[in-house]
């Protein structure tokens, strides 16, 4: 990640910071602010590490790139969902008799039968 920074603005970052903390001081901030990055580093290393150990065999990079919110444009989905052309209708897979909320809805209405209401989810 970049966060925008350029080589002006991180150097006027570094004159600020020789104002602001003085230069007998600043060795030893920018030391300890290496430190700091290095155990941010290490830790994303580390949790990184354990999700490998911990999915096994089936984690691959390469899906974390495919969730990168960064990669979605409304605009594109949008455009794709309305000109893609009706696919074969696939068959359903088995499902339990376990009836959802919303179809138990739809069909109490369908029966002409008032919707279920939770007085104390309100």
Do not use: C, H
């Amino acid at each position: 990640m970049s966060f925008g920074l350029t080589i002006e603005k991180l150097l006027l970052i570094g004159v600020i910071a020789i104002f602001l903390i003085g230069p007998d001081r600043l060795p030893a901030y920018s030391a300890q602010f290496a430190r700091l990055i290095r155990s941010l580093r290490d830790m994303a290393r580390g949790a990184k590490d354990r999700m490998k150990e911990e999915l096994g065999p089936d984690f691959d990079e390469l899906e974390w790139k495919k969730l990168d919110p960064r990669q979605y444009d409304p605009r594109r989905i949008i455009r794709d969902a309305l000109s893609e052309e009706p696919a074969a209708v696939a068959p359903e897979p088995a499902r339990s008799n376990v009836e959802s909320a919303y179809q138990k809805r739809q069909r109490l209405l369908k029966e002409g039968k008032p919707a279920p209401f939770d007085p104390e989810a309100t």
